[in-house]
T-cell receptor, first 114, second 116 residues
């Protein structure tokens, strides 16, 4: 069964600190993995996207890694800011007839405190 | 470029009433998605259109939900009649293929539905 599991479910950190969010998936055949940031009351916004051959991708203070062998990904946030408070959703796409099948994780809720 | 537009942003109705949501995707995006996001969960795909044809509606509760994308541009999602468990944010997204293989989705702000 295609699944995407994220941990932790929620996280509280102090402003300026680093943190790492985890994503494990059992999606096949794998096409790509994306991390989205979803602010409260808004739609998700793409942070990074990685294909099978990519094992790291950066977007400013966000760095995503991918280990296709163990089917794990992480999102590392450096020097956190108050505006990083949001839900971070891991999304994995599998190739399917007619296009792609997209599986969403439940998200990690990050709270950054001053 | 303009983003995905959705309306209304908020809607409150009583159970057994009907409601409709509208989505205008990014210009040129052939694929359009409707998702249901219940509080504390990730989005769940309801229906996916490629132009004006349905690609995947396997998780759409067809006894009460319907969607159309006439002319392959904007789309409407309807719920009739609504139930309490339909309270959620309804997200619309659109995408185009990048490098021929990557499905990059752009999301609208969503419509928050409350069923009383």
């Amino acid at each position: 069964k295609n699944q995407v599991e994220q941990s932790p479910q929620s996280l509280i950190i102090l402003e300026g600190k680093n943190c790492t969010l985890q994503c494990n998936y059992t999606v096949s055949p794998f096409s790509n993995l994306r991390w989205y940031k979803q602010d409260t009351g808004r739609g998700p916004v793409s942070l990074t996207i990685m294909t099978f051959s990519e094992n790291t991708k950066s977007n400013g203070r966000y760095t995503a890694t991918l280990d296709a062998d163990t089917k794990q990904s992480s999102l590392h946030i450096t020097a956190s800011q108050l505006s990083d408070s949001a839900s971070y959703i891991c999304v994995v796409s599998a190739a399917a007839t007619g296009g792609f099948k997209t599986i969403f994780g439940a998200g990690t809720r990050l709270f950054v405190k001053a | 470029e303009a983003g995905v537009a959705q309306s209304p942003r908020y809607k409150i109705i009583e159970k057994r009433q009907s409601v409709a949501f509208w989505c205008n995707p990014i210009s040129g995006h052939a694929t359009l998605y409707w998702y249901q996001q219940i509080l504390g969960q990730g989005p769940k795909l309801l229906i996916q259109f490629q132009n004006n044809g349905v690609v995947d509606d396997s998780q759409l509760p067809k006894d009460r939900f319907s969607a159309e994308r006439l002319k392959g541009v904007d789309s409407t999602l309807k719920i009739q009649p609504a139930k309490l468990e339909d309270s959620a944010v309804y997200l619309c997204a659109s995408s185009h293929l990048v490098r021929g293989r990557i499905d990059t989705q752009y999301f609208g702000p969503g419509t928050r539905l409350t069923v009383l």
